[in-house]
């Protein structure tokens, strides 16, 4: 069966990753880009994909069935509305758009053209992370008390959102799909403006996570830009095991560990297999257009992320903007 043909929008530090994956798995037909040295570099490394820095042109091509959308996030509903609209299937990197609304009608678009809209939560593909959601299921971990998932990396280039925007969809999408969530609640947030510059840089929410239709998990999200050693690291407490994930590793990433009657601690390392989460990612999304299945990481499952964030964004913005070195803690 023929493979649809891709459009990729935008070819920056993620799009390029994305144009490489699309490339080798041979659906790749063009490339949209304002910066025309991006353009060339792409037309040079990849022969026979055109390329042009005109989105109306990708949009009336009748050979691309999909958009690729990897652009600065506040383009993102604009650009997916757009394709749906022009009978494009879309595939858009987080966050899906910057407030629930505009999820909802993107979502309606999708299933009235019946077209596939999927979210590039790219954490769900994570075959470390799905191994530990089959280990969860499994009762391996045992009852589950906590969970919480640190984000940090020193980021120079800031824009006009917070960390939150930027770090926390992977979180919040991760803990979500590993404990079949549909719906986390914040409790509580806390937020630093560093640089008083009123973008907030150094974030933490405290979170509910109702499963089952009877328990609560409780969870932590943190979150920085201003830390120099990168830090991505998911811990998940249970009643008999504990698992880290840790992403910076090289290998070995997954690890349980528990303890002995004895007192002594074991450390056991699952086995998942080794293959780039971006790689099944954009095959996931081919997947789909071929079967018209919904995505795994859908739109409902981004409306949820953005319910969150606008949340805490309304929260945070409703009080004193923040001074440097002080602390915004906003409760229910």
Not at 90 to 113: G, S, T
């Amino acid at each position: 069966m023929e493979l649809p043909k891709v459009a990729v929008i935008g070819c920056g530090n993620w799009g390029k990753n994305l144009v490489r994956n699309f490339a080798h798995l041979g659906t790749l037909a063009v490339v949209c880009d304002s910066d025309s040295r991006q353009l060339e570099r792409i037309a040079h490394e990849y022969r026979g994909v055109r390329v042009t820095t005109s989105f109306e042109t990708v949009l009336q091509d009748s050979d691309v069935q999909a958009v690729v959308i990897a652009t600065p996030s506040d383009t993102h509903f604009e650009l997916a509305e757009k394709s749906l609209i022009a009978g494009k299937h879309v595939y858009v990197e987080k966050p899906l758009a910057r407030n629930e609304k505009q999820c909802e009608e993107l979502d309606a678009l999708a299933n009235e053209r019946n077209l596939v809209l999927m979210v590039g939560h790219l954490l769900l593909y994570h075959p470390a992370v799905n191994c530990l959601k089959e280990l969860i299921a499994s009762g391996e971990l045992g009852d589950l008390l906590f969970v919480r998932s640190d984000r940090m990396n020193f980021n120079q280039f800031r824009s006009h959102w917070s960390v939150l925007w930027d770090l926390a969809p992977h979180d919040l999408s991760m803990m979500s799909y590993l404990l079949d969530c549909d719906a986390p609640e914040v409790t509580r947030v806390g937020g630093w403006d560093t640089q008083q510059d009123g973008l907030v840089d150094v974030a933490y929410l405290d979170v509910s996570f109702p499963v089952d239709g009877q328990r609560i998990i409780p969870g932590q999200v943190r979150n920085s830009w201003i830390d120099p050693q990168k830090l991505v690291r998911l811990t998940v407490n249970g009643t008999r095991k504990t698992a880290v994930l840790n992403d910076t590793q090289v290998e070995d990433k997954l690890s349980l560990h528990s303890l002995t009657p004895a007192g002594r601690m074991i450390v056991e390392y699952p086995y998942y297999p080794d293959i780039e989460p971006l790689h099944l990612e954009c095959e996931h999304f081919l997947q789909c257009l071929v079967t018209g299945e919904r995505p795994r990481s859908d739109a409902n499952n981004a409306y949820h992320v953005v319910k969150v964030l606008s949340d805490v964004e309304n929260r945070l913005s409703a009080r004193p903007r923040i001074q440097s070195g002080r602390q915004a803690i906003s409760k229910p």
